[in-house]
């Protein structure tokens, strides 16, 4: 084909792109400079070389896939090669590197971030498994990473903690997280950190957890209160910080509602149009001596800080969405898209129709939506 020759190419790109501006250069905070270039899209090249640990999981993979649609190297450690199979269709050739790592192995993060001018850290485990407790998940591990990330000079380090952090915390997990916070910043004082609340989509262990096992969400009489943000907007947020590389401090992402378990389960419901759960509430006593038998089953199961986590109330802070640009949106707005697949055939295509908000703000009214698969 005549536009797909070489010299075609090249006349296109001098023509249609134009020519290079100022624009097209960024001075990262190192002084290094990231210079872009090439049509925009898929094709583009962004003069940035990112890695992001913990890419594997729930928000990881929505961050490779804006990070590369920005015509971003990411480099892409994994642990399992098939988790990192569904990479290679997000960036075009040579954008998306796959590298095997281990997160004791320091040899192995400094080979996966040594070219890099950006290091995001996902990684996250919020129970014990057999190699690695909470803390040498959560803390030890991202600890480890920032300190190697800073003495080969990365210019960026950006850490995923939870909102709950906090070192007085009831919970390991949260205790983990704020532990993580200071070991990263103590390596890497102008990390930013990412303070995400209970992320819902397709993978979450929110919407499609409580549509399987609602008796779990029953805990505190589902009295908990969370503040639920779309895995969407935080990867956006992310992948928007790379344009802001000076940022340094602490973001909170919460939803833009708090909501009850109670609430959330009737969501749940009303969109999978199943019968409401009958099972009981459980003490806690009850339920942590249940999950500390269920961690003898081989995949996971609810573990005891999990038990401890459902009785612990989002933190009321505000968010800081202004400063990543992002406007958070609404549980209802993509509940069906993400729970359609649990109704039965017969009621495939019948309408949403959400309950009622215990008091519902004013931007976000109950609506019906027949096939809201946006
Ligand atoms: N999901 C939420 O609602 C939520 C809310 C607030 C904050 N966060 C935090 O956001 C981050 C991402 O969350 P997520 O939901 O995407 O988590 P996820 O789906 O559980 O993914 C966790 C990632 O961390 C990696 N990882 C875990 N333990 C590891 C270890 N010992 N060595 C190497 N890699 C390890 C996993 O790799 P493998 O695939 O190889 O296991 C995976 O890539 C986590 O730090 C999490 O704590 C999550």
Request: with cysteine.
């Given at each position: 084909?005549?536009t797909?020759t070489?010299?075609?190419l090249?006349l296109?790109?001098?023509?249609v792109?134009?020519?290079?501006a100022?624009?097209?250069?960024?001075?990262?905070?190192n002084?290094?400079?990231a210079?872009?270039?090439?049509?925009?899209?898929?094709?583009a090249?962004?003069g940035?070389?990112v890695?992001?640990f913990?890419?594997?999981?729930?928000?990881g993979?929505?961050?490779?896939?804006?990070?590369?649609?920005?015509?971003?190297?990411v480099?892409v450690?994994?642990?399992?090669?098939?988790?990192?199979r569904?990479?290679?269709?997000?960036g075009?050739?040579?954008?998306?590197?796959?590298?095997?790592?281990d997160i004791r192995?320091e040899?192995?993060?400094?080979?996966?971030?040594?070219?890099?001018?950006?290091?995001?850290n996902?990684?996250?485990?919020?129970?014990?498994?057999?190699?690695?407790?909470?803390r040498?998940?959560?803390?030890v591990?991202?600890?480890?990473?920032?300190?190697?990330?800073?003495?080969?000079?990365?210019?960026?380090?950006?850490q995923?903690?939870?909102?709950?952090?906090?070192?007085?915390?009831p919970?390991?997990?949260?205790q983990?997280?704020?532990e993580?916070?200071?070991?990263?910043?103590?390596?890497?004082?102008?990390?930013?950190i990412?303070?995400?609340?209970?992320?819902?989509?397709?993978?979450?262990?929110?919407?499609t957890?409580?549509?399987?096992?609602?008796?779990?969400?029953k805990?505190?009489e589902?009295?908990?209160k969370?503040?639920?943000v779309h895995?969407?907007?935080?990867?956006?947020?992310?992948?928007?910080?790379?344009?802001?590389p000076?940022?340094?401090?602490?973001?909170?992402?919460?939803?833009?509602?708090?909501?009850?378990?109670?609430?959330l389960?009737?969501?749940?419901?009303s969109?999978?149009l199943q019968?409401?759960?009958?099972?009981?509430?459980?003490?806690?006593?009850?339920?942590?001596?249940l999950?500390k038998?269920?961690?003898?089953?081989?995949?996971p199961?609810?573990?005891?800080?999990?038990?401890?986590?459902?009785?612990?109330d989002?933190?009321?802070?505000?968010?800081?969405?202004?400063?990543?640009?992002?406007?958070?949106?609404?549980?209802?707005?993509h509940a069906?898209t993400y729970?359609r697949?649990?109704?039965s055939?017969?009621n495939?295509?019948?309408?949403?129709?959400?309950p009622p908000?215990?008091?519902?703000p004013?931007?976000?009214?109950?609506?019906t939506s027949?096939?809201?698969?946006?």
């Open positions: 084909m005549l797909s070489p010299s075609v090249r296109q790109r001098t023509i792109v134009g020519k290079r100022y624009h097209d250069l960024q001075t990262l905070p002084k290094k400079p210079i872009s270039y090439g049509p925009p899209g898929y094709s090249v962004s940035r070389t890695t992001v913990g890419c594997t999981g729930f928000l993979r929505y961050l490779v896939s804006k990070l590369g649609k920005l015509g971003t190297q480099i450690p994994y642990r399992e090669e098939d988790e990192a569904l990479f290679k269709p997000m075009d050739l040579g954008q998306i590197v796959r590298m095997e790592w192995d040899n192995t993060i400094a080979e996966c971030l040594r070219y890099s001018d950006t290091v995001y996902l990684v996250g485990r919020d129970y014990d498994t057999k190699n690695f407790d909470i040498s998940a959560n803390a591990g991202p600890g480890r990473i920032a300190k190697i990330a800073a003495e080969c000079g990365v210019s960026q380090f950006i995923v903690s939870h909102l709950n952090a906090s070192k007085s915390s919970s390991k997990f949260y983990a997280k704020a993580a916070e200071e070991l990263v910043k103590e390596a890497f004082p102008t990390a930013t990412i303070r995400p609340a209970t992320m819902f989509g397709y993978e979450d262990k929110l919407l957890n409580m549509a399987v096992w609602p008796i779990w969400w805990l505190n589902a009295q908990t969370i503040r639920p895995v969407f907007d935080v990867a956006q947020a992310m992948a928007n910080l790379l344009a802001n000076q940022l340094s401090r602490t973001l909170n992402l919460p939803g833009p509602s708090t909501l009850t378990y109670e609430y389960l009737d969501l749940v419901t969109v999978t019968p409401p759960s009958q099972a009981p509430t459980l003490p806690k006593s009850v339920a942590t001596v999950s038998l269920a961690q003898n089953i081989w995949w199961a609810l573990s005891p800080d999990e038990v401890t986590r459902r009785y612990i989002d933190a009321e802070v505000p968010g800081d969405w202004d400063a990543v640009g992002v406007q958070p949106s609404e549980i209802e707005t069906l729970l697949r649990y109704r055939a017969v495939f295509v019948r309408p949403a129709v959400f908000r215990p008091s519902p004013a931007a976000v009214s109950p609506h027949f096939f809201d698969i946006s």
